[in-house]
């Protein structure tokens, strides 16, 4: 199994900027896929970024241009940048971690936008 930890969500205006961090451990080198989700209340969990293991990232329409994936194998955590922030923005961000057919979720993180 592989465990996830988030951290960094937080208030922040509109138009302000915000760094997510997470940390894997366990069975970290089986990950494929790691990536940043998020819950809105009364919405369904949808993809913000995920990043492969060799690089390659993709983003929501939304977010494309403001938000920025990264990883670090050494380190086995995955950052998100956020900048120019928007209320809608606000949600809860889970970390995701995939390998063959199974997943880890982290705890996730709130992130709250004030316009």
């Known amino acids: 199994q592989v465990q996830l930890v988030e951290s960094g969500g937080g208030l922040v205006q509109a138009g302000g900027s915000l760094r997510l961090s997470c940390a894997a451990s366990g069975r970290i080198f089986s990950i494929n896929v790691m990536g940043w989700y998020r819950q809105a209340p009364g919405k369904q969990r949808e993809s913000v970024a995920v990043?492969?293991?060799?690089?390659?990232?993709n983003y929501a329409d939304s977010v494309k241009g403001r938000f920025t994936i990264s990883r670090d194998n050494a380190k086995n955590t995955v950052h998100l940048q956020m900048n120019s922030l928007k209320p809608e923005d606000t949600a809860v961000y889970y970390c995701n971690a995939a390998w063959g057919l199974a997943s880890s979720w982290g705890q996730g993180t709130q992130v709250t936008v004030s316009s």
């Open positions: 990043i492969s293991n060799t690089g390659s990232t």
